[in-house]
């Protein structure tokens, strides 16, 4: 577990699907502006219960790192993942989503710069990946504050609210220097 001011991060657990749900259900219409829409069984209990077991899958697997962020209570504020973690290629992509009503409040930095640590050493992973929409300027600029470097655009990277947007990809070298 990581601390920042009040905050920690830490991996996901399946005693985590409760409050996961009710943070996923309280941020939904927020984080379908920025990412495509989850399917609508994920939001019920059966749904998170689901999605838990595979992050869980995938994290005992190697494929997966998945954490929440809490706040000072306990209340899960946001979530950080390295996700398609191939240990071969030493890469992952990172992704995080953070609660509304905790944006600006440098918890994107947070994660991500725990994502970071996690990468170089629990997986000794030598680049990181990430894929924003263009709307998304709060996550570039995040990248950017971190060491990322825009590395290419991706036409048609998602779909939000009904049509396909264009993105980015930003890369990490985490080599050392």
């Not at 191939?86 to 944006?103: F, K, L, M, P």
Request: aromatic share 6%; glycine share 8%; with cysteine.
């Amino acid at each position: 577990m990581t601390a920042v001011s009040s905050h920690t991060m830490r991996t996901l657990g399946q005693d985590d699907a409760d409050a996961l749900l009710a943070f996923e259900l309280a941020n939904r219409a927020w984080f379908e502006r920025h990412v495509e829409a989850r399917e609508p069984a994920f939001y019920s209990p059966d749904g998170v219960a689901r999605h838990i077991a595979q992050y869980l899958e995938g994290h005992a697997s190697g494929a997966w790192h998945p954490c929440l962020l809490l706040d000072e209570d306990g209340r899960i504020v946001g979530r950080a993942n390295l996700k398609d973690i191939d240990r071969a290629e030493g890469s992952a992509e990172v992704g995080y989503r953070i609660a509304h009503d905790q944006t600006g409040k440098g918890l994107a930095t947070f994660a991500l710069r725990n994502l970071i640590g996690l990468a170089r050493t629990a997986w000794q992973l030598k680049e990181l990946r990430a894929e924003i929409t263009h709307a998304n300027q709060g996550s570039a600029a995040v990248l950017r504050k971190c060491g990322f470097v825009h590395a290419r655009e991706l036409p048609q990277l998602a779909i939000v609210d009904g049509a396909r947007v264009d993105g980015a990809l930003y890369l990490l070298d985490l080599a050392p220097a």
